[in-house]
């Protein structure tokens, strides 16, 4: 393998923002951010808005969105006038 090409693949926390759900994991993607963590070790954190903790097909919580009234909505704001 040719050296210095590849991107440093390291330990980093993503975060949630929605639950506030924090775990550890490897990733090669980077961020100013710093957090400690339990283990008194500092991490760099990602912040996600979506994880495992806050997806509705993970929570079995089933968010309905009302699409026909945001259509509606849409219509409503962009009809043309005769």
């Given at each position: 393998?040719?050296?210095?090409?590849?991107?440093?693949?390291r330990?980093?926390?993503?975060?949630?923002?929605?639950?506030?759900?924090?775990?550890i994991?490897?990733?090669?993607?980077?961020?100013?951010?710093?957090?400690?963590m339990?283990?008194?070790?500092?991490?760099?954190?990602?912040?996600?808005?979506?994880?495992?903790?806050?997806?509705?097909?993970?929570?079995?919580?089933?968010?309905?969105?009302?699409?026909?009234?945001?259509?509606?909505?849409?219509?409503?704001?962009?009809?043309?006038?005769?």
């Open positions: 393998m040719k050296k210095d090409i590849h991107p440093e693949y330990e980093v926390v993503f975060q949630d923002t929605t639950s506030d759900f924090k775990f994991t490897r990733s090669t993607m980077t961020s100013n951010e710093t957090i400690t339990e283990d008194g070790k500092t991490y760099p954190v990602i912040k996600v808005e979506v994880s495992s903790q806050s997806h509705p097909f993970y929570t079995g919580k089933n968010v309905l969105l009302d699409t026909a009234g945001r259509v509606e909505k849409f219509m409503n704001r962009y009809k043309k006038s005769k």
